[in-house]
């Protein structure tokens, strides 16, 4: 905890360059940067999704294979692994362990809350064929929940949990979850424990990217994961609907490469940033202003929309919330579960 609060002093002083990383209100720039970055592409995503004229490699994969909108939900997770243990620790050091405890609990427990309420919300207006559909926000909920139970350990062994649950999901995926998994959106909560996985090994890069001496290997990290996600799929095949194994450790490890360009490159790009500060209310907000194209159920205007007037549709859909993001940002307003 010491560790990680003189790390972020160093950043308000500068030494990491000619522009600061880090806002003076202790934000730091290339996180807020990717996770806006995930979070206008999960919008993107859920909105095109319904809409017949998207091209399919825009949508998700049916099963084995991956495609653009893959990305969307391992990209916000990663950025929930990039600040969870620092986090965390501040929150103990400032209120004591269990208030700490019992503040992640309730948060993930709302986020999965959330998710249902969200859930029916779509079945009724047509947008699902189940009411207890399982969404991304129940996925985060359940990994925000699991990863709790490992977030004091040591980095090391943070590392063998992880992988040791990515082996363990794999194997009973193939002999006994396949069906059940690819029966249920994201994977149910069989999928969640994979999709843990993802934020848990992420905080091992968070680990690595809040350490100076070693944040040099944060690219090599993040290209040897994915390679590794990618050797593995020839042996066990990439797939979303499946959470399987190639499929966290090649994401995991595209999301990492990504992000080193956010932090290598320290552009100074507000508009994603302004998006990361408020995440988690703008993607509601996105579910429900995709839900109110959909609510005239006039087939030619959403779901049989022509790709012109789609894309027009989801440009202002971003540009509606980005101008909340923005005006949000410009106040100092921060929403937080």
Known sequence: MMELSSRLKSYRKGAWGKSKPVDEDGRIKAID????????????????????????????????GL??????????????????GLSFHRRTARDGLS???????????????????????????????????????????CCGLITLLVIRLPTGIRIAVGL???VVYQLFLDAYWLDRVLSVTHGGLLGSLSWSVILILATVFADVYYNMDRRKYF???????????????????????RVSASYDLVT?????????????TNFDLRYFAAWG????????????????????????WHAEAPLWLAGLQAAALVLVLGALARYWDNRGFKFSL
């Open 67 to 84: 495609y653009f909108a893959d990305l969307g939900a391992p990209a916000f997770i990663f950025a929930i692994g990039l600040t969870y």
């Open 252 to 264: 995991l490890g595209f999301c990492g490469i990504v992000f080193s360009e956010f932090y290598l």
């Open 33 to 64: 940067q990717f996770r806006g970055f995930a979070i206008i592409l999960m919008v993107i995503i859920n909105f095109g999704t319904t809409i017949e004229s998207v091209p399919s490699w825009l949508k998700h994969a049916p099963d084995v």
């Open 277 to 300: 500060k408020n995440p988690l209310l703008l993607y509601f907000l996105g579910l429900l202003m995709t839900g109110l194209f959909m609510l005239p159920g006039i087939p030619w």
């Open 164 to 166: 040791a649950l990515l």
């Open 99 to 141: 208030a700490a405890i019992g503040h992640f609990v309730r948060r993930y427990l709302a986020i999965l809350g959330i998710g249902a309420i969200f859930s029916a919300g779509k079945f009724m207006i047509g947008m699902s064929e189940s009411a207890v559909d399982w969404g991304v926000l129940q996925t985060l909920g």
């Open 219 to 241: 690219p090599l990290l993040s290209f040897l994961t994915f390679l590794a996600g990618f050797v593995l799929a020839l042996i066990v095949p990439v797939s979303k609907m």
